[in-house]
């Protein structure tokens, strides 16, 4: 087992610029979610998805969409960088509700925006 | 509200001192969890332990206990005979379900265990 994989692992955009983080898990996990974490801070969540074709917004939605068409994947996307987004994103996935499970996190992708 | 604090943001130990990371939660719900994060300086994120709010008993594992009560809701966590391997930030998280399956995060704890 993979666990939770995300690529890539660092990347660098200009302001404006677009681009997909990827993320898929290999548990079957039914749950899955986005955070950013900015220096010196705890974590944030983007959104999250509860199910192949169901997502939903978290605490720091604008900027960002996702999509869930398969269990595996859960991919995040900026559509128009801009400077705030630097941050680290975890993607992360828990089985049923996460009530009786922990949240598996990938080792995060560091993004800056310039 | 759902809310989880970790005053301490930053706690700086000697080896082999025991040191308690402090977290205090807030809820309206009777049915809930409670987890613990390890975030090293290599920044992935390890999951340490769960704890649901009908189980008070004390867990201890290796050189990590718990403790949680819920008389004053906190999960406080102690690193006896800490080690510089454990130097890292260290997350609490609050789980329930009235807060649409999503975990709530405290700041964080920096431990800094020198030599």
């Known amino acids: 087992n993979a666990g939770v994989t995300q690529t890539p692992k660092f990347r660098i955009l200009k302001i404006g610029q677009s681009m997909t983080l990827q993320c898929t898990q290999d548990?079957?996990?039914?749950?899955m979610y986005w955070y950013r974490q900015d220096p010196g801070m705890g974590l944030k969540l983007i959104y999250y998805?509860?199910?192949?074709?169901?997502?939903d917004k978290g605490e720091v939605p604008n900027g960002y969409n996702v999509s869930r068409s398969t269990t595996e994947d859960f991919p995040l996307r900026l559509e128009l960088a801009a400077p705030s987004q630097t941050s680290v994103y975890f993607c992360?996935?828990?089985?049923?509700?996460?009530?009786?499970?922990?949240?598996?996190f990938g080792d995060g992708t560091r993004l800056s925006i310039l | 509200a759902q809310k989880v604090t970790q005053a301490q943001t930053e706690i700086s130990v000697v080896e082999k001192e025991d040191v308690t990371l402090d977290c205090v939660y807030e809820?309206?719900?009777?049915?809930?969890?409670l987890f613990w994060y390890k975030q090293p300086p290599s920044g992935e994120l390890v999951f340490l332990i769960r704890?649901?709010?009908?189980d008070e008993q004390n867990e201890i594992s290796g050189r990590y206990s718990w403790n949680f009560q819920k008389s004053t809701s906190s999960f406080n966590f102690t690193i006896t005979a800490s080690q510089v391997v454990d130097s890292a930030v260290y997350f609490c998280?609050?789980?329930?379900?009235?807060?649409?399956?999503?975990?709530?995060w405290g700041l964080g704890t920096s431990l800094a265990v020198n030599p």
């Open positions: 992360a996935s828990s089985f049923l509700t996460g009530r009786n499970q922990p949240q598996h």
């Open positions: 704890r649901n709010s009908f």
């Open positions: 998280a609050l789980f329930n379900a009235g807060n649409n399956r999503k975990l709530i």
């Open positions: 809820t309206r719900d009777t049915t809930y969890y």
């Open positions: 998805s509860v199910g192949a074709g169901i997502t």
């Open positions: 548990m079957n996990h039914n749950y």
